[in-house]
Protein backbone atom coordinates (compact mmCIF):
# COMPACT_ATOMS: atom_id res chain seq x y z
CA UNK A 1 0.00 0.00 0.00
CA UNK A 2 1.34 3.24 -1.03
CA UNK A 3 1.87 5.52 1.66
CA UNK A 4 3.33 9.43 2.25
CA UNK A 5 5.91 11.29 4.70
CA UNK A 6 4.60 14.72 4.48
CA UNK A 7 1.49 16.35 4.11
CA UNK A 8 2.51 17.20 0.19
CA UNK A 9 2.78 13.49 -0.97
CA UNK A 10 -0.31 12.98 0.86
CA UNK A 11 -2.02 15.10 -1.90
CA UNK A 12 -0.53 13.28 -4.32
CA UNK A 13 -1.56 9.97 -2.92
CA UNK A 14 -5.38 11.79 -2.47
CA UNK A 15 -5.64 12.72 -6.61
CA UNK A 16 -4.03 9.15 -7.34
CA UNK A 17 -7.09 7.52 -5.88
CA UNK A 18 -9.14 9.78 -6.77
CA UNK A 19 -8.16 8.55 -10.60
CA UNK A 20 -8.27 5.22 -9.67
CA UNK A 21 -11.91 5.59 -8.27
CA UNK A 22 -12.64 7.21 -11.56
CA UNK A 23 -11.52 4.27 -13.55
CA UNK A 24 -13.39 1.60 -11.58
CA UNK A 25 -16.44 3.58 -11.58
CA UNK A 26 -16.05 4.08 -15.01
CA UNK A 27 -13.51 1.81 -16.94
CA UNK A 28 -13.72 3.44 -20.07
CA UNK A 29 -11.64 6.25 -18.74
CA UNK A 30 -7.82 5.97 -19.88
CA UNK A 31 -5.83 6.98 -17.07
CA UNK A 32 -1.89 7.77 -17.09
CA UNK A 33 -0.29 8.83 -13.52
CA UNK A 34 3.01 10.48 -14.04
CA UNK A 35 4.79 10.54 -11.06
CA UNK A 36 8.11 12.87 -10.91
CA UNK A 37 10.22 14.21 -8.22
CA UNK A 38 12.54 17.13 -9.03
CA UNK A 39 11.99 18.88 -12.69
CA UNK A 40 15.38 21.18 -12.94
CA UNK A 41 17.12 23.11 -15.89
CA UNK A 42 15.94 24.86 -18.69
CA UNK A 43 15.18 25.19 -22.27
CA UNK A 44 18.95 25.31 -23.48
CA UNK A 45 18.29 28.29 -25.43
CA UNK A 46 18.07 30.09 -22.05
CA UNK A 47 14.78 31.99 -22.74
CA UNK A 48 12.30 30.11 -20.62
CA UNK A 49 13.40 28.97 -17.26
CA UNK A 50 11.82 28.53 -13.72
CA UNK A 51 11.52 32.15 -12.28
CA UNK A 52 10.08 31.45 -8.56
CA UNK A 53 8.43 34.37 -6.90
CA UNK A 54 9.54 35.23 -3.33
CA UNK A 55 12.40 32.88 -1.59
CA UNK A 56 12.59 29.72 -3.68
CA UNK A 57 11.25 26.55 -1.78
CA UNK A 58 13.10 24.15 -4.26
CA UNK A 59 17.23 23.66 -4.14
CA UNK A 60 18.10 24.21 -7.70
CA UNK A 61 16.08 27.49 -8.33
CA UNK A 62 18.05 28.71 -5.00
CA UNK A 63 21.17 27.53 -5.99
CA UNK A 64 21.14 29.55 -8.63
CA UNK A 65 19.88 32.64 -7.37
CA UNK A 66 23.35 32.31 -5.01
CA UNK A 67 25.50 31.94 -8.41
CA UNK A 68 23.82 35.16 -9.56
CA UNK A 69 24.15 36.95 -6.47
CA UNK A 70 20.48 37.75 -5.76
CA UNK A 71 21.37 35.24 -2.24
CA UNK A 72 24.46 35.49 0.30
CA UNK A 73 24.52 31.58 0.21
CA UNK A 74 22.82 27.92 -0.04
CA UNK A 75 21.52 26.12 3.36
CA UNK A 76 22.40 22.28 2.86
CA UNK A 77 20.27 20.77 5.23
CA UNK A 78 21.75 17.80 7.30
CA UNK A 79 24.98 16.25 6.10
CA UNK A 80 24.80 13.29 8.29
CA UNK A 81 22.11 10.96 6.29
CA UNK A 82 23.09 7.62 5.31
CA UNK A 83 24.54 8.95 1.79
CA UNK A 84 27.67 8.66 0.02
CA UNK A 85 28.31 12.51 1.13
CA UNK A 86 26.19 12.70 3.96
CA UNK A 87 23.29 14.76 2.18
CA UNK A 88 20.12 14.31 0.38
CA UNK A 89 19.80 11.88 -2.67
CA UNK A 90 17.07 12.67 -4.87
CA UNK A 91 16.00 11.90 -8.46
CA UNK A 92 16.32 15.16 -10.73
CA UNK A 93 15.18 15.10 -14.37
CA UNK A 94 15.35 17.78 -16.51
CA UNK A 95 12.90 19.36 -17.62
CA UNK A 96 12.99 18.68 -21.40
CA UNK A 97 12.46 15.11 -20.81
CA UNK A 98 9.79 15.96 -18.46
CA UNK A 99 8.44 17.80 -21.16
CA UNK A 100 9.16 14.60 -23.94
CA UNK A 101 7.58 12.34 -21.46
CA UNK A 102 4.48 14.00 -21.44
CA UNK A 103 3.99 13.96 -24.77
CA UNK A 104 4.56 10.35 -25.29
CA UNK A 105 2.00 10.12 -22.28
CA UNK A 106 -0.27 11.77 -24.61
CA UNK A 107 0.51 9.69 -27.53
CA UNK A 108 -0.05 6.57 -25.82
CA UNK A 109 -3.51 7.61 -24.41
CA UNK A 110 -4.49 8.61 -27.96
CA UNK A 111 -2.67 6.54 -30.66
CA UNK A 112 -2.17 3.54 -28.80
CA UNK A 113 -3.61 0.51 -29.03
CA UNK A 114 -2.75 -0.90 -25.31
CA UNK A 115 -5.43 -0.88 -23.09
CA UNK A 116 -3.62 -0.23 -20.00
CA UNK A 117 -6.56 1.22 -17.89
CA UNK A 118 -5.31 3.41 -14.63
CA UNK A 119 -1.74 2.74 -14.63
CA UNK A 120 1.22 5.14 -13.19
CA UNK A 121 4.29 5.48 -14.24
CA UNK A 122 7.54 7.09 -13.00
CA UNK A 123 9.36 9.82 -14.94
CA UNK A 124 12.89 9.66 -13.48
CA UNK A 125 16.67 9.03 -14.32
CA UNK A 126 16.47 6.17 -12.06
CA UNK A 127 19.66 7.81 -10.77
CA UNK A 128 20.15 9.72 -7.44
CA UNK A 129 22.15 13.09 -6.96
CA UNK A 130 23.00 14.39 -3.69
CA UNK A 131 22.53 18.29 -2.80
CA UNK A 132 26.32 18.64 -3.01
CA UNK A 133 26.70 16.79 -6.17
CA UNK A 134 24.33 19.04 -7.41
CA UNK A 135 26.38 22.07 -5.69
CA UNK A 136 29.21 20.95 -7.64
CA UNK A 137 27.58 20.70 -11.15
CA UNK A 138 26.83 24.19 -10.64
CA UNK A 139 30.10 24.84 -9.84
CA UNK A 140 31.60 23.64 -12.83
CA UNK A 141 28.72 25.21 -15.18
CA UNK A 142 29.24 28.85 -13.81
CA UNK A 143 33.29 28.41 -13.78
CA UNK A 144 32.89 29.25 -9.72
CA UNK A 145 32.08 27.72 -6.22
CA UNK A 146 28.80 28.09 -4.47
CA UNK A 147 28.72 29.51 -1.05
CA UNK A 148 26.85 27.10 1.29
CA UNK A 149 26.30 26.19 4.81
CA UNK A 150 25.48 23.10 6.50
CA UNK A 151 22.03 23.53 8.71
CA UNK A 152 20.37 21.23 10.50
CA UNK A 153 17.89 18.65 9.09
CA UNK A 154 14.23 19.61 8.37
CA UNK A 155 11.60 17.48 9.81
CA UNK A 156 10.15 14.94 6.74
CA UNK A 157 13.49 15.31 5.00
CA UNK A 158 14.04 11.21 3.37
CA UNK A 159 17.84 10.36 2.99
CA UNK A 160 16.75 8.94 -0.54
CA UNK A 161 13.99 9.52 -2.86
CA UNK A 162 14.60 8.36 -6.31
CA UNK A 163 12.37 6.62 -8.97
CA UNK A 164 12.78 3.36 -11.31
CA UNK A 165 11.66 4.50 -14.93
CA UNK A 166 11.86 1.16 -16.97
CA UNK A 167 7.81 1.14 -16.88
CA UNK A 168 7.81 4.51 -18.69
CA UNK A 169 10.19 3.13 -20.94
CA UNK A 170 8.15 0.31 -21.67
CA UNK A 171 4.76 1.61 -21.83
CA UNK A 172 5.62 5.27 -23.21
CA UNK A 173 8.86 3.97 -25.10
CA UNK A 174 10.38 7.13 -23.32
CA UNK A 175 13.48 7.61 -21.64
CA UNK A 176 15.64 10.04 -19.76
CA UNK A 177 18.72 11.29 -22.11
CA UNK A 178 20.02 14.52 -20.31
CA UNK A 179 22.32 14.29 -17.18
CA UNK A 180 23.18 16.64 -14.35
CA UNK A 181 25.45 18.38 -16.70
CA UNK A 182 22.93 19.52 -18.99
CA UNK A 183 20.66 20.49 -16.32
CA UNK A 184 23.29 22.62 -14.45
CA UNK A 185 24.30 23.93 -17.64
CA UNK A 186 21.04 25.21 -19.08
CA UNK A 187 19.82 26.52 -15.70
CA UNK A 188 22.57 28.69 -15.66
CA UNK A 189 21.88 29.59 -19.03
CA UNK A 190 18.61 30.73 -18.07
CA UNK A 191 19.78 32.41 -14.95
CA UNK A 192 22.56 34.29 -15.96
CA UNK A 193 21.28 35.59 -19.24
CA UNK A 194 17.52 36.59 -17.08
CA UNK A 195 19.14 37.01 -13.42
CA UNK A 196 16.01 38.48 -12.32
CA UNK A 197 13.60 36.33 -14.08
CA UNK A 198 11.06 37.31 -16.49
CA UNK A 199 11.19 41.12 -15.00
CA UNK A 200 13.81 43.25 -15.35
CA UNK A 201 15.99 44.85 -12.62
CA UNK A 202 14.85 48.52 -13.20
CA UNK A 203 11.27 47.29 -13.00
CA UNK A 204 11.75 45.96 -9.00
CA UNK A 205 10.38 48.20 -6.67
CA UNK A 206 12.78 48.51 -4.05
Not at 11 to 18: A, R, S
Not at 20 to 48: M, T
Request: a negative charge; proline letters at 6%; charged letters at 25%.
Amino acid sequence: RLTATSPYGRTKLVIEEVLRDCHAADEKWKILILRYFNPIGAHPSGILGEDPQGIPNNLMPFVAQVCVGRREKLSVFGDDYDTPDGTGVRDYIHVVDLAKGHVAALDALYDGEEDFGCEAVNLGTGKGVSVLELVEGMAKATGKPVPYEISPRRPGDVAALYADPKRAEELLKWKATLGIKEMCEDTWRWQSNNPYGYVKQEEIVQ
